[in-house]
C-alpha cells in the first residue's frame, strides 16, 4: 500500500488516487461512491467502520438528571473518540443525563468481539461475547434496572410487543446459529411471525413491526391503536460491509407493505 501525508494526516492509496484524478471538478456534484470514500477517510467514518453500533429504546425508562449531558453529545464523542469497547462504555456512561435511554449494540471489527450495553442511570451492564449474538427490541434484560428504572417493566408480559419480539428473535437464532448472513437478517427484519399467537400475523408482535396494524395499539410505548409507528425502516450489514460503510437499507416495513407504511412516516421504536 502506498500513502500519501496531508498536513500529517496520512490517506491511504485509494483515497490518494481520488484526489489525484479528475472525478472533482469545481461546480459540479461529487459522486455517492467519491462522498463514501472520503467520509471513511475522515476519522469519524474511519471509527464507525472500526466500531458498527446500533440500539434499541429501552421501554418505560423513567430515569433522568437535569445536570448530565445528553445522549447525542455522548454518542458522538464515543464514535469518534473510543478506541474500545471499553472506551466506548465509558463514554457513554460518564455524565449520562438518562434521555433516550437505550440498549447499545456494539461491534468491534479489529477484534471480532459484540458488546451490549444496557445503559441506565442507576445501573449499566455490560454483556460481551466474541462468539455468539446479541437481540434487542425494546426490552430491557438486567432485573435490576428493570426494578429500579423503569415504570415495572413486566417481562413475563409476552403478549407486549418488545417480549413478544424478543421470543421471536431467540427461536429465529437458536434455528439459524453459525450460518446467519445479511440475506437472512432482511428476511429477519421482514418476519411475519406473531409469537404470543403462534401464527402468521403482520401485526405490532412481530419483528416487521406492524404498530400501524395494531387495534390494541401499544401500551408500554404509549401508543394509541393504529399508531404509525414500528419498523418503519430496516438495516442490515456484516463486517465485510462495514469496512466499505455500507448496508442494507429497506424505507418503510422490510416485507415491502407500503401501502399501510406510507403513513408510517414517524414515531419507530428503534
Ligand atoms: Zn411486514
Redesign the pocket.
Known sequence: MTAINVSGIAYTSALAAILAADDIEPGTDVSYQLCKLLWTCHPLGGKLVEKPITETTISQFIGWDSKGKPEFVRSRKALQYADSIDDYVATMIKDNNGGYANDWLIGDRKTGEIAYLELGLKHSPVWRKTDGYFVSSNFARDPSLIKDETESFDINDLGSSPNARRVRWEQLMKENKGRIDVPMAEQFL?D?EDSFLKEKK?DQR?L?G?ADAAKEGIPVFDWPPFYPGGAVQGKATDSDMAEKMTLIAHAG???G?QARCAAASSGGSG
Open positions: 421482514a411475519h403482520a412481530t416487521c406492524h416495513h422490510p416485507c407493505d
